[in-house]
Nanobody
């Protein structure tokens, strides 16, 4: 059974930092690209950051470039998102997602713009940034 479980969300003031984690199980983690998405109330789901399989290529949404860092630990089957210099507009539910190696090889990093391509999803963790 595939499981993606996010943690690390919370409330923080603008300018602060949070580190999200996503623990994966039930599939061959290292063979999948991984990504973080977010969705605020009334808005579409937005790709935040993605990372390829073993070579670790990364890509970021324009709104988070230079502030967020995605990383993965294939030995621990865990994905991370370090979020610095947080802004109130970063407030959203954050989801981690997995993209099969086949789709990743064809569509990464463009797949960050198409949530429908991704194979597996977690249930999300809430991030709230106050001004």
């Amino acid at each position: 059974q595939v499981q993606l479980v996010e943690s690390g969300g919370g409330s923080v003031q603008a300018g602060g930092s949070l580190r999200l984690s996503c623990a994966a199980s039930g599939y061959s983690y290292s063979d999948y690209c991984m990504g973080w998405f977010r969705q605020a109330p009334g808005k579409e789901r937005e790709g935040v950051a993605g990372i390829s399989t073993s070579e670790g290529r990364t890509d970021y949404g324009d709104s988070v470039k230079g502030r967020f860092t995605i990383s993965r630990d294939n030995a621990k089957n865990t994905l991370y998102l370090q979020m610095d210099s947080l802004k109130p507009e970063d407030t959203a539910m954050y989801y981690c997602a997995a993209l099969s190696g086949f789709l990743c090889s064809r569509y990464f990093p463009a797949a960050l713009t198409n949530p429908n391509l991704w194979n597996y999803w977690g249930k999300g963790t809430q991030v709230t940034v106050s001004s």
